[in-house]
Nanobody, 119 residues
Framework: QVQLVESGGGLVQAGGSLRLSCAAS????????MGWYRQAPGKQRELVAE???????NYADFVMGRFTISSYNAKDTVYLQMNSLRSEDTAVYYC?????????????WGQGTQVTVSS
């Protein structure tokens, strides 16, 4: 298990930017994958972006070109830079960490941080 603490959410106007941070309780270079997910009211949680083995990244189509995921190993922190925010980006954003061992994945979640984009 990995303890994750998110921060950086808040209220922003459409077109603005926010940077989310996710601090992990262990060295993130030993974590197989870390990602950001979001959940809007009445909707399922969905992947926003992920970074795998500290290198390759994947993004959901709806954030491509607007959001950037990055990691800073020295601080065991993963960031999500969100630019050109839209009202539909309003959601609770969760950080997740995946550890694989013996073919079994263990996923840990943070408590979530609210992002509200006003139009």
């Amino acid at each position: 298990q990995v303890q994750l603490v998110e921060s950086g959410g808040g209220l922003v106007q459409a077109g603005g930017s926010l940077r989310l941070s996710c601090a992990a309780s262990r060295n993130i270079f030993r974590i197989n994958a870390m990602g950001w997910y979001r959940q809007a009211p009445g909707k399922q949680r969905e992947l926003v972006a992920e970074i795998i083995n500290g290198g390759s990244t994947n993004y959901a189509d709806f954030v491509m070109g607007r959001f950037t995921i990055s990691s800073y190993n020295a601080k065991d922190t993963v960031y999500l830079q969100m630019n050109s925010l839209r009202s539909e980006d309003t959601a609770v954003y969760y950080c997740a960490a995946d550890l694989w061992s013996g073919g079994v994945r263990t996923r840990s979640w943070g408590q979530g941080t609210q992002v509200t984009v006003s139009s």
